[in-house]
């Protein structure tokens, strides 16, 4: 038996920075993503099949959940994750979600149940559910 290393799969683009399948053993997928801008949304999609799981490493996210409601209409929940604050957000199947960096260069946890599955990505534009993804005046 001996060690050895494996490469790891990047993805960038426009939002993110993305560090992708970093564990092969487990069960799942575990991705990192490095968010510089807080200016830009991601958002909608869902799944079928995965749950996800995110942490915060770094900085700060506002998530937006578009959970199903019995009538068929979406209810928009709004939950926030940050370096302040370690917990462990829990994305069920059938839940629209997305996030928007609160603080710029933050960097976000995140493991899939499954490895990702394009065909198991349902997507909505942002705007889809009524929401507003600005940051309220008090």
Same mark, same amino acid.
């Given at each position: 038996?001996?060690?050895? +290393?494996?490469?790891?799969?990047?993805?960038?683009?426009?939002?993110?920075?993305? #560090?992708?399948?970093?564990?092969?053993?487990?069960?799942?997928? #575990?991705? =990192?993503?490095?968010? *510089?801008?807080?200016?830009?949304?991601?958002?909608?999609?869902?799944? &079928?099949?995965?749950?996800?799981?995110?942490?915060?490493?770094?900085?700060? +996210?506002? =998530?937006?959940?578009?959970?199903?409601?019995?009538?068929?209409?979406?209810? =928009? !929940?709004? &939950?926030?994750?940050?370096?302040?604050? +370690?917990?462990? #957000?829990?994305?069920?199947?059938?839940?629209?979600?997305?996030?928007?960096? =609160?603080?710029?260069?933050?960097?976000?946890?995140? *493991? #899939?149940?499954? !490895?990702?599955?394009?065909?198991?990505?349902?997507?909505?534009?942002?705007?889809? +559910?009524?929401?507003?993804?600005?940051?309220?005046?008090?």
């Amino acid at each position: 038996m001996s060690h050895s +290393f494996k490469d790891i799969q990047y993805h960038e683009d426009d939002r993110a920075q993305r #560090l992708l399948n970093i564990f092969e053993d487990s069960g799942g997928q #575990l991705n =990192v993503s490095y968010v *510089h801008s807080s200016d830009h949304v991601v958002a909608w999609h869902k799944h &079928e099949i995965q749950t996800d799981y995110w942490v915060c490493l770094k900085g700060a +996210f506002k =998530v937006g959940l578009a959970i199903p409601q019995e009538d068929g209409t979406y209810e =928009v !929940k709004w &939950e926030y994750i940050s370096d302040k604050n +370690f917990s462990v #957000l829990k994305i069920p199947t059938g839940i629209y979600h997305g996030y928007k960096a =609160v603080e710029q260069d933050s960097i976000l946890l995140y *493991h #899939l149940t499954h !490895k990702y599955n394009p065909e198991d990505e349902h997507r909505a534009s942002v705007g889809s +559910f009524g929401e507003d993804w600005g940051t309220e005046n008090k």
